[in-house]
């Protein structure tokens, strides 16, 4: 059904639901999809994202990770 909606979509649209798709690829039930999304959307009622916001956002998308190379620790920087 989403490829026959994605067909009809302009090209710009298309990428933006692209992007969304994958953003929220790593979530694994129907409930964190809906908590991430009402989340960036409470984020963004005010039109600005603050640091924290978009650091805490990142964090519930799952897109930080910690490098376990040499006992590290430390984010790897992406």
């Given at each position: 059904?989403?490829?026959?909606?994605?067909?009809?979509?302009?090209?710009?649209?298309?990428?933006?639901?692209?992007?969304?798709?994958?953003?929220?690829?790593?979530?694994?039930?129907?409930?964190?999809?809906?908590a991430?999304?009402?989340?960036?959307?409470?984020?963004?009622?005010?039109?600005?994202?603050?640091?924290?916001?978009?650091?805490?956002?990142?964090?519930?998308?799952?897109?930080?990770?910690?490098?376990?190379?040499?006992?590290?620790?430390?984010s790897d920087?992406?």
């Amino acid at each position: 059904m989403l490829n026959i909606l994605m067909r009809f979509l302009p090209a710009d649209k298309r990428a933006l639901l692209n992007l969304a798709l994958r953003m929220v690829a790593s979530l694994d039930t129907a409930e964190e999809r809906k908590a991430v999304a009402d989340y960036g959307l409470k984020m963004l009622d005010d039109g600005k994202v603050t640091i924290i916001e978009w650091s805490a956002f990142g964090k519930r998308l799952g897109v930080f990770k910690l490098e376990e190379k040499n006992g590290g620790g430390k984010s790897d920087g992406r």
